[in-house]
Structures are given as structure tokens and as C-alpha cells.
């Protein structure tokens, strides 16, 4: 089921807030806020699809909760539409210039409110929609390779600033035999048992700071937040044994003919500051796996 689009009026006037939810709450889903504190705790709770926003506000004012807004990853990206008394257009670049997408002068229109919101919305939706396509490996759903490498940058800068709580470990997964089983069940049911081991992978999400990626062609990588090298294993080890009792057969393999997946895990460590480095790490311990007979997970 579709949700509306969730507005969030941010004024500091009963009769303002009441007007503005008036107008929109037919399409949308209107909540509101009565100063900037109440509004970045209602933020807190859930990220509302569009701002709209005083600007004389005691306290703070909606210039500074805007400059909040862009200033933190979670919020720069919902758009702000300024509503505002304030008429003169030094004011009017301010506002642009503190980031929001539009300015609307009170007292409003109320049709060219809607029309402005409704598109403002249409837009951020595109851009969500574009996001999650740029992020997401369209075979299996996975994070993509550029996202994960994205995240892991993200992971070394902050590790890096704070070594000594910083903790996270990666899991190199690669699918055992998959060019005999390509070559016996044809390219289509290789795409869909890198599927199906995808989807085993992601059942292994624990919180939405893990991130499992498609890697390349038949390989995965688990970023695993939090995770020391130990539990990362036991999380391996049980992708491992989940991906075994899918029991897809995989006749020209070896041992039991089914597919499995062999891994590499490796912790991060202040010694090895680069991406690359801890992959190297992950990728011999890969490596090791696959030489000690596969379907294993190696340190
Ligand atoms: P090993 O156990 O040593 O990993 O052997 P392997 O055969 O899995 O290793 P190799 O790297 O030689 O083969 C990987 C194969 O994965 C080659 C390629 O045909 C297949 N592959 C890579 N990407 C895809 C894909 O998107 N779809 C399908 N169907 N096959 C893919
Ligand atoms: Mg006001
Ligand atoms: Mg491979
Ligand atoms: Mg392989």
C-alpha cells in the first residue's frame, strides 16, 4: 500500500498551521511542529517527505533550522519550501541560500501552494526513485558495488577519527564452481541461483548499518557494522550452510554437487588504512578457503 506523502508544517502559529493543513490534508499526510526543537524531534521519529517552514520563529529561526537541516546526511535531502511573511527579496535569497527549494510569501495562494508542493514532491520522489537505482545491483536487490565502496570510504574516514571505538569487519563471499554451473544449467538459472544465494545473503541483515553487496559477477561483500571478526565468521558460516541447504544441484561440481560459497572475513585495523587493503586481506583469506576445498569461511 501506498503512503501519502508525509508533510511537516513547521510555524510558530496555531492559525498558520491550521490554514496550511487545511489545504493539503485531503493528499497528504500534514503533521506539524511549533518551533525548531519540536521539529527536529519529530524528525528524529521519521523523515517527512517535505518541510514546509516559517521563518519568524522565537527561539530558532527557520534560516537556522534550515542550515541544521542540510548540515546533517539524514535530513540535507528533504526538500524545504520556506512560508513566510518576510517579503523582500534579500530575504528571499537568504532563504534560497540556506538551502531550501522554494519560497512562498504569506499571505499565499492557496492553489499555487498546492501546485508548488505537489510538485516539489513529484520531484523529490524522482530523486529517491534515482537514488535507490543508482545504489541497487538490479539482479539480485544487493547493494550495488558502488554504493559499497561508498559505504566502506564512509567507514575508514570514521574509523580513522575515532580508532580506538571503531569497529566493523567485511566478508568476501564467492560461489563455488559457478562457471561449471553455468556451463551445465545455461546463463539464465546462473542468474537466478546468484538470486537465490542473494537472497540468503540479505537474510543475514542484522540492522540497517550491515550492507550486503554484489561485488562483481558471482561474488558478494558483506560490510558487517559493529561486528568483530569472530561474529563475523559465525555469520558467514551460517550464509555458508543456508546457501548448502538450498541444495541446488549443481552436477558437474564436486563432492555433493550442489552449489555452496566460500568466504574470506577480515576485521578492521587502524595498521591497514585503506579499502583496498582490508579487501586484500578478506581476498586471501578467500583465497584459503577456496585451497583448503571450498565451502568454508576462512579468517
Ligand atoms: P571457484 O570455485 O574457484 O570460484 O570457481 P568458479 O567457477 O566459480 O570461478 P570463476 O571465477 O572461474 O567463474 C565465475 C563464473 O561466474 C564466470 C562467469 O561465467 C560467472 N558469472 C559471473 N557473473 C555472472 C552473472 O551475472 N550471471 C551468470 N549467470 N554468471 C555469472
Ligand atoms: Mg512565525
Ligand atoms: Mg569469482
Ligand atoms: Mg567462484
Not at 561440481?253 to 586484500?280: C, F, K, M, N, Y
Amino acid at each position: 500500500m501506498r503512503h501519502d506523502p508525509y508533510i511537516l508544517v513547521v510555524d510558530d502559529q496555531m492559525a498558520n498551521i491550521e490554514a496550511l493543513g487545511e489545504l493539503l490534508a485531503e493528499h497528504y499526510d500534514v503533521r506539524f511542529a511549533m518551533s525548531g526543537e519540536q521539529a527536529l524531534a519529530q524528525l528524529n521519529k521519521q523523515a517527512p517527505d517535505l518541510i514546509l517552514l516559517d521563518i519568524m520563529m522565537p527561539d530558532m529561526d527557520g534560516y537556522e533550522l534550515c542550515r541544521i537541516l542540510q548540515s546533517k546526511v539524514d535530513t540535507a535531502e528533504i526538500p524545504v519550501i520556506f512560508i513566510t511573511a518576510l517579503a523582500t527579496p534579500d530575504e528571499e535569497t537568504r532563504g534560497l541560500d540556506a538551502g531550501a527549494v522554494d519560497y512562498i510569501v504569506k499571505p499565499f495562494n492557496p492553489s499555487i501552494v498546492r501546485a508548488r508542493v505537489r510538485n516539489h514532491l513529484a520531484f523529490k520522489h524522482a530523486k529517491d526513485q534515482l537514488r535507490i537505482l543508482a545504489q541497487t545491483d538490479s539482479l539480485t536487490g544487493l547493494a550495488n558495488r558502488r554504493f559499497l565502496f561508498e559505504r566502506l570510504l564512509l567507514e575508514f574516514e570514521r574509523a580513522r577519527d575515532l580508532p580506538e571505538t571503531s569497529m566493523f569487519s567485511l566478508v568476501l563471499i564467492d560461489v563455488d564452481y559457478f562457471k561449471r554451473y553455468n556451463d551445465s544449467q545455461g546463463h539464465v538459472a546462473g542468474d537466478f541461483c546468484l538470486q537465490r544465494v542473494a537472497g540468503v545473503i540479505k537474510s543475514a541483515l542484522r540492522n540497517p548499518n550491515d550492507l550486503m553487496a554484489r561485488y562483481g559477477g558471482e561474488e558478494f561483500c558483506c560490510l558487517l557494522a559493529a561486528t568483530q571478526m569472530h561474529e563475523a565468521k559465525l555469520i558467514a558460516e551460517r550464509i555458508c550452510q543456508s546457501v548448502s541447504e538450498l541444495a541446488i544441484p549443481n552436477p558437474k561440481a564436486p563432492g555433493q554437487h550442489i552449489v555452496t560459497i566460500s568466504a574470506g572475513v577480515a576485521q578492521w585495523r587502524s595498521d591497514i588504512p585503506t579499502v583496498e587493503g582490508l579487501l586484500q586481506i578478506a581476498d586471501q583469506a578467500l583465497y584459503n578457503a577456496k585451497a583448503a576445498g571450498r565451502n568454508r569461511v576462512f579468517l
